[in-house]
């Protein structure tokens, strides 16, 4: 395991500049998480009222397009450490929880 080395108070001031920046990363996850949790209540009463295929094509890619825009949303999500964008690197998408150029965790400024 990992041991916490205590942080001095420059390293303390500097993880509090960076909060701001990290709730925003951190809020545009939740986003994402909060569309894909919309997926049953607005597929469930198109297939459970028998609506046609189409109706039931339309509420799908509603839910796909909201899909879509929140992970767009999210990827475009800026490191207030070293200003790339937090969960892209180059093409490669990867919603993890640190950044994939500086590793900067997402709860850094929480974590003490």
Known sequence: MDEQIP???EQNFAL?????????VRRRRWWLWGVVLLYLPIMVPPVEMNWSLKATGIAFLLWYVLLFAAALYMALARCPHCGNYFHLHGLTYLPLRRCLHCQLHINADKLR
């Open 7 to 9: 942080a001095t108070e």
């Open 16 to 24: 509090t500049e960076l909060g701001p920046g990290l709730k925003k």
